[in-house]
């Protein structure tokens, strides 16, 4: 449910809806604009819904909508306007496309300074690494833990990236926030309520990554966890979901992310790494999540054994997002390919792949 304030109501008569809505048991969530407040009426308590309804005639109320999805707060009936999450100076969901990009996991000093200080020269906006990894086996590779995490801190002293890096646990959490200036929910954790709630109250964002089996709504859902216990800095990440196709790691959902950006105000990126597990097909993910309205890309980069920078694989040649002809040229130069040649420029010194 959603409280409309006319545009000339009083301190005291939006208060007076404030005390009105907790007295029935929900909770109001204020959200203040240039010209009216907005307040979001969050809660299951049926029997005294229409209290709150009938506050429709009370003073300085212009209107009472009531929202039709189960989510309110991530909605964008409640909050029209996009929302934009600053990390470390980095704007994401803004004009410009934001690209997060580093290994998947830390598996040494070496190997991430390497991979730092390339994306960093190629353009990129936040080094990504995971210093605690979920992994299917468990005798497959964990992560470094808080070893990795000093060394992707000594990574962001040295070249000025923010660091986004996955946090798997309550019991992990503190250390994460301690280095972390994004925390990621990995698709395994979505509907990890403890950590979300956990999540919530810390003074970090959010980056929250789709389950492989989760519908929009379960994931928007999630997201309203998160927003409910105090956190408005969220961003949704599409990183692929199971379907009946083999071929594929996963099956890179596109129109999901355009209908979450219909559907809520939070900014989205796309991880076409993990979507495809192909990194032939990154490059032309990648491009096809931007043109979709993409408000970032989150890329697997792994330097090769015993070669430079400049000799890495296709999966880290950042050069395919820069916008050239090339490829804005096919489709609607009038429509969203025009408008994505329009945000920004991502260049990169890495040469395509031989």
């Avoid at 009472?64 to 964008?76: A, D, E, K, M, N």
């Avoid at 390497?114 to 468990?138: F, N």
């Avoid at 949704?236 to 809520?264: M, Q, Y």
């Amino acid at each position: 449910m959603i409280v409309n304030m006319a545009a000339n109501a009083t301190e005291e008569q939006i208060q007076h809806v404030v005390d009105r809505i907790k007295e029935c048991g929900f909770l109001p969530h204020l959200i203040q604009g240039a010209e009216r407040t907005v307040i979001g009426v969050v809660g299951k308590n049926r029997g005294r819904r229409a209290e709150v309804e009938a506050l429709r005639v009370a003073p300085g109320v212009d209107e009472i909508l009531i929202i039709s999805q189960p989510y309110t707060l991530v909605s964008l009936e409640l909050q029209p306007q996009r929302t934009v999450v600053d990390v470390k100076g980095v704007k994401i969901g803004g004009p410009d496309l934001v690209v997060m990009a580093g290994p998947c996991s830390v598996e040494s000093r070496e190997q991430l300074m390497e991979t730092a200080r390339g994306v960093k020269a190629a353009g990129a906006h936040l080094l990504r690494g995971g210093a605690y990894k979920p992994r299917t086996s468990p005798y497959d590779f964990q992560g470094l833990g808080v070893e990795g995490l000093k060394i992707l801190a000594e990574a962001r002293k040295e070249t000025g990236l923010p660091i986004v890096t996955e946090v798997m646990g309550v019991e992990d959490l503190d250390a994460v926030v301690e280095y972390a200036d994004l925390m990621q929910v990995g698709a395994r954790n979505m509907q990890n309520y403890p950590l979300l709630r956990r999540l919530a109250t810390v003074p970090r964002p959010v980056l929250l990554k789709r389950g492989p089996s989760s519908t929009i709504k379960e994931w928007l859902l999630a997201a309203e966890y998160l927003l409910s216990g105090g956190n408005p800095n969220v961003i949704l990440c599409e990183r692929g979901i199971k379907t009946f196709d083999s071929e594929l790691r996963n099956t890179l959902d596109l129109a999901g992310v355009a209908l979450a950006k219909e559907l809520c105000h939070l900014p989205v990126v796309v991880d076409p790494s993990h979507a495809t597990g192909r990194r032939s097909l990154v490059p032309a993910a990648a491009r096809a999540a931007v043109a979709i309205g993409a408000d970032g890309i989150i890329v697997e980069v792994q330097p090769v054994s015993g070669e430079s920078a400049v000799g890495w694989t296709a999966i880290s040649r950042l050069a395919w997002l820069r916008r050239d002809d090339e490829w804005t040229s096919t489709g609607d130069r009038n429509g969203r390919c025009c408008a994505v040649r329009q945000r920004g420029c991502f260049k990169s010194r890495f040469s395509h792949e031989r």
